[in-house]
């Protein structure tokens, strides 16, 4: 193990490792920072770059875009309210409202400092874990994802932001898109109306660039305001940012709880980073004493967000090295490219190539780091964002979203799915229908239909596997009591009031 | 003023088309290639098919004339069809070619209305050819073909109707009469061989390398190989469906086949046909099949093509109603 | 009715007729298939109307709001602010025409055509500085897509692209 651990050290900083890793981390900077590039497309552009290179400087060339797309995608979440990557949109909630207030730069500061710290948690906890991997991930099966699904459903839908009724029709909504073309498991095609595009289903970037910076760019237009932020910037040395450090300190055990929901969903596939940061986002609210002031510019709802999102990376790695089975969309183009450089990844991969493994981890702990500290660095610079004039931030806005939508597949339709759905977005935030539920029911609405049906056809469709296990009953009696707790705690709250 | 303002809106129309004209006529057939290649792959990035393509296409440039680029383009969607039908419909002028899964395309295609039509297309080569193989997970106890046809309600597991898998567990169930419930909706085959480690489901019928590793790491163990007419080398120790009386079985092969549109000129699909050869028994490209557990080749020529992809046709037709 | 409140019955609406498509589609799928939909469309739709329903009735109101974090109260007092508001359907339109712009003319000039017609229409700046700027944009997202990351924009309808 340890001499696995020195020549990974070895290969990292090596001249041309550290090279690589920081050209890609810069390269996932920019790209998260675009809405709708980021993640998945900026490292599938880098495939054909990398073959023939020596295998484990692509990798780190690979784990740096991986390490600095989330906290790029912050930038533009907090000083555009447009979330660059899907894993960042949380941040938004409260990191925008800071930027209005003339403190992007804290807000800013608050990202860098936790998503390093994420990072570096979630990959600790998943060398701590390699060991108990395999029984971890085995004890997954269907019936218990259904129910970790339910759970998760029903605990966003019920602390969603305002009127609980349309918290549910969001989530209804979402569901449904999720529904929307071709069903793996039933074989049956819905919704289609015909046409080969709804075939394929509606994809999730169109649907959250549409939501969210569509709308945004149609809420700017139509407020007529005149620069992002109301008040004057706070430019202090570090452009605020220190402070934003000392932050996630102050909000330590959202910070701890954050990572550790971060890694854990990160270790479930399929459900990955999006999830992670709204469940991060949304338990911090539960256990605040002060729930009504998240969503003004709560410093400790950009902790919440930034810390899951980051450490989805390291939950994501445990299957992908352990089994070889992808933890998200870029661990899947990750193992593509290992493939591509004649590394076979499976069960053998941590026999084998051990080094390898810790090339990834160091890699993305380095990435990181460094995607952090260019971001302390740059902080003065990018608060200068919000005051620019909002006539070339509303078309930068709508320019870069078409252009990422339709960069992720090539399908010109896309563009339109997106423009629809800004006008739906737009509609939902001014007639208070959360947005939240609405991308938790479409991200885990296919997922919980996929195991729902899978479990009744591993019990040759007897319904007694979702009471006979342990894991699922006690996910199933929690799913219970959240949905109905609230009722009884709001009707004592406006007794109490009365 | 107003004239100005017209003026300005023409040159800058003027310069902007200019600079999307990005797209000239070749004028000889010597000039072939003059500009880079589109190689389409119809899965997303990452899969078996891609990162087969994406180690190919750096080598099989270089065998081209000017040593023109090869550029993978992706195109996924619709189980594939999306991909195939872009090639198909694409200009027949040698610079767009793409990927097919043979069975896959071809057995939908026989019970549904699809775009494409396999007989029309100019195929160019088979970049990897293999049989089908039944896994067994070594939870399920299963380690023979007698303990599989022993064993009641049986399970395969599959990702999703009308993917690989998928279609090769009906066709073997159909074939060898076993009875046994399709597990599906997986997302790929890892995740499906994931499922059968847990005790989802016991069998999984797929190609031989893509569960081979699974047999070193003792998860899976091989029970039968459906394709071909004998044993397959890799597994010397599993018996083949013919041997064992199932003749029908022989045609549960996958081929990663080549082609490009209806009409590609003769001289253009020639000389992409010698390249991918070429490449494919580039000791590169050995190496990196041996290195990666890929498999690459046999190198098939065009009418060796045709005829397999003709059998193939016919062993399937046998049980289309099972592939609606 | 206020003006708000009759936008907000418009969108009800939009939902409503929705989830009724979604629902009465589904009646037409196999049991397994349609069995999720329904799950869930059938109450979503009711909730749709019940939410109307309570929305315009206010004694209902008190009753049903279930509002844990008391948050709505704030979004309420943010809606009543703004005094001047530019257009929705304009900005609307003119989002809509910039993908008709891309469909029939490729990225860069329909891009280009776009940025124009904004700078113009919404920044109200003077001709030559709308166009020089917009054209200076287009061909920078040409510059970088098309030929620094090799990666081919849609040409446009017009131009021989096939969507």
Sequence with gaps: MLDAILSALTVLLSAKGLLF????????????????????????????????????VAM????????????????????????????????????????????????????????????????????????????????????????????????????????????????????ILSLVGFCNVTGGVRYSLGTEYLWDGIELVPIFIGVFAVSEALRLAVSKRETISEESVVITKLGGAWEGFKEVFRYKWTFIRGSAIGTIIGIIPGVGGVVANFLSYTTAIQLSKHPETFGQGNPEGVVASESANNAKDGGALVPTVVFGIPGS??????????????????PAMLKDHLDLVWILILGLAFSNLVASSLGFLLVRF??????????????????????????????????????????VGYGMRRHGFPLVPLVIGYVLGAIAEKSFHQSLMVAYGSYSIFFTRPIPVILLVLTVLSLFLPFFLSKHQSKGDK | MKKFKVLNLIVCLLVLLGLNEMNPIPAQAEDYPNKPIVWVVPYGPGGGFDVIARAIAPVMQEYLPRKANIIIKNIDGAGGRRGVTWVYK?????????????????????????????????????????????????????????????????????????????????????????????????????????????????????????????????????????????????LPDTPVGIEKGYKDLAAGMLYRAVFAPPGTPGERTNILSTALSKAMQDPRITKWSKDSDRQVGPVMTNKELKEAIDEIIVGYSKYKELFR | MEKHSRESLYFYLLLLFFMLAIVMMSFAYDPKTRLMPLLIGIPTLCLIVFQIVVQFNPRLQGFFEIDLFHSSS????????????????????????????????????GTSLYLCIFFKTYAKQSWGKAVVSSAIAGGLLYLIFNVGLQFNLFEGLLFGGRP
Aim: proline letters at 5%; one cysteine or more.
């Design chain 1, 21 to 56: 890793v920081s050209l890609g981390c810069i390269w996932g900077l920019i790209l998260g920072a675009l809405p709708g590039v980021g993640g998945p497309t900026g490292l599938i552009l880098f495939l054909p770059i990398t073959f023939g290179m020596d295998p484990n």
């Design chain 1, 60 to 175: 780190l060339l690979y784990v740096g875009v991986m390490g600095g797309s989330p906290f790029g995608g912050s930038i533009s979440a907090i000083l555009l309210n447009v979330p660059g990557t899907p894993i960042n949109a949380a941040t938004c909630f409260d990191g925008y409202p800071m930027a209005r207030r003339g403190e992007a730069g804290k807000a800013l500061g608050i990202s860098a400092t936790a998503s390093c710290l994420g990072a570096f948690f979630s990959l600790i906890i998943l060398v701590g874990i390699l060991p108990i991997a395999r029984t971890i991930i085995l004890a997954f099966t269907p019936p218990e994802f259904f129910m970790v699904i339910l759970f998760g459903l029903a605990t966003v839908v019920m602390t969603s932001r305002g009127n609980m009724i349309k918290g549910f029709i969001s989530g209804g909504i979402g569901i």
């Design chain 1, 329 to 346: 969309l870029e661990m899947a183009i990750l193992l593509g490219a290992f493939i591509l450089h004649g590394l076979v990844p499976g």
């Design chain 1, 382 to 423: 990018l608060v200068r964002i919000t005051t620019v004039s909002v006539s070339y931030i509303i078309p930068t806005i709508v320019v870069l979203s078409f252009t990422g939508v339709f960069a992720m597949r090539l399908e010109l339709w896309d563009i339109l799915v997106a423009a629809i759905f800004g006008l």
């Design chain 2, 90 to 234: 694409a200009k027949p002028d040698g610079y767009t070619f793409g990927y097919t899964n043979i069975p896959g395309q071809l057995v939908y295609g026989l019970v549904n209305k699809v775009d494409y039509d396999f007989s029309k297309v100019e195929w160019i080569g088979n970049v990897s050819s293999e049989p089908v193989a039944i896994y067994a997970s070594t939870a399920s106890g299963i380690k023979t073909f007698e303990d599989m046809m022993k064993t009641p309600k049986l399970k395969f597991g599959s990702g999703g109707k009308g993917s690989g898998e998928d279609i090769n567990a009906r066709f073997a169930d159909a074939i060898l009469d076993l009875k046994a419930s399709v597990v599906t909706g997986y997302a790929g085959s890892h995740e499906v061989i994931l499922g059968l480690i847990r005790g989802d489901a016991h069998l999984i019928a797929i190609t031989i390398s893509s569960g081979y590793q699974y047999v070193s790491s003792g998860d899976l163990k091989p029970i039968l190989v459906m394709g071909g007419k004998k044993r397959d080398p890799v």
């Design chain 3, 74 to 109: 704030l979004t309420k007092s943010k809606t009543q602010k703004p005094q001047e508001r530019g257009s929705l359907l304009f900005h609307t339109a003119l989002i809509l025409l910039y993908f008709i712009l891309i469909f029939l003319l490729g990225f860069a000039l």
